[in-house]
């Protein structure tokens, strides 16, 4: 789907814990990381990931980071500021 396809769409909404899902996913822990992380089972991350896939219309971690980024769903600063200060 091209840029122009998704933004004609009507607005997608992500819910506070897939927010947190694709957040953690966006750093680089699986799916049983991010399970551990929320006190989930991963069985429950990977249902969150479906729902975000389907929102997004992607079918991959990347893809649903970029989108989600692209749309402002999520704070992409936070993945890209030096936390070494």
């Given amino acids: 789907m091209s840029q122009r396809n998704w933004q004609s769409q009507k607005p ?4 506070k814990r897939e927010i947190e ?3 953690l996913i966006a750093q680089g822990r699986s799916s ?5 992380a929320l006190f989930v089972s991963k069985r429950t991350v990977d249902f969150h990931l479906a729902n975000i896939y389907e929102k997004l219309n ?3 971690r990347v ?3 970029r989108r989600a980024a692209q749309m402002g769903l999520i704070p992409v600063e ?3 500021s030096d936390s070494g200060d």
Avoid: G, I, P
């Fill in 32 to 36: 049983q990381e991010v399970a551990d």
């Fill in 58 to 60: 992607v079918n991959n």
């Fill in 21 to 23: 899902v694709l957040s």
């Fill in 63 to 65: 893809k649903a980071f």
């Fill in 78 to 80: 936070v993945f890209f």
């Fill in 12 to 15: 997608v909404r992500l819910t």
